[in-house]
């Protein structure tokens, strides 16, 4: 089947920790995307990347950092230096050569910082 | 600066009935619309989409309405099923451009 995973579904750390999160597609999208969804708020884009060794910031890049190595991985770290890191995070894909962007999500991943 | 806008944060609806989530834009420059369904602990998953140079566009239960004098779209759902409860997202993009924009999301509870 095709599709995007997102591992682990539920993630702890401890404050000051580094953490990646993972997210693979097999859809052969060329775009891949992190967002992360706080209560009560819309999806609010952190990287997104086009190309393979190529990506973007979004709206919300501090204290995040992101790799495009293979078309098909675009894991994300949140470090240390994201002020307030726990939230669910989505990862998303879509064909870049499509006119309009309609992204497809994984399950997301629910990170807590302790 | 908020560009799309669902200002009702929940919405409850009786079984059978109609339910109407609605989403403000800003930005003229939007010509492509999508809505998305997200169910608690899992990812948003595609609904429906319209473009610009349309004012309606219908899919079983759904319809969306655009009203860009208005600058304001709608989703219609009738009739109303349980399994309709989730969260719906309204969100635009500019043809070309790499970047939805999402709003704050709706919680429609369907009521027995």
């Known amino acids: 089947d095709g599709g995007i995973t997102q591992s682990p579904k539920y993630l702890f750390r401890k404050e000051g920790q580094n953490v990646t999160l993972s997210c693979e597609q097999n859809?052969?999208?060329?775009?891949m995307y992190w967002y992360r969804q706080d209560p009560g708020q819309g999806l609010r884009l952190i990287y997104y990347s086009q190309i393979v060794n190529d990506f973007q910031k979004g709206d919300i890049a501090e204290g995040y950092s992101v790799s495009r190595e293979k078309k098909e991985s675009f894991p994300l770290t949140v470090t240390s230096a994201q002020k307030n890191p726990t939230a669910f995070y989505l990862c998303?894909?879509?064909?870049?050569?499509?006119?309009?962007?309609?992204?497809?999500f994984g399950p997301g991943t629910r990170l807590t910082v302790l | 600066d908020q560009q799309v806008k669902q200002n009702s944060p929940s919405l409850s609806v009786q079984e059978g009935r109609i339910s109407i989530l609605n989403c403000d834009y800003t930005?003229?420059?939007?010509?492509?619309f999508l809505w998305y369904k997200k169910y608690p602990a899992e990812g948003p998953t595609f609904l429906i989409s319209?473009?610009?140079?349309?004012d309606k566009n219908e899919d079983g239960r759904f319809t969306v309405f655009l009203n860009k004098s208005a600058k304001h779209l709608s989703l219609h759902i009738v009739p109303s099923q349980p399994g309709d409860s989730a969260v719906y997202f309204c969100?635009?993009?500019?043809?070309?451009?790499?970047?939805?924009?999402f709003g704050q999301g709706t919680r429609l509870t369907i009521n027995p």
């Open positions: 998303a894909s879509s064909m870049l050569a499509s006119s309009y962007n309609e992204q497809f």
């Open positions: 930005n003229s420059m939007f010509d492509y």
């Open positions: 319209i473009s610009s140079i349309k």
């Open positions: 969100a635009a993009i500019i043809q070309g451009a790499q970047k939805l924009v």
């Open positions: 859809l052969n999208h060329d775009a």
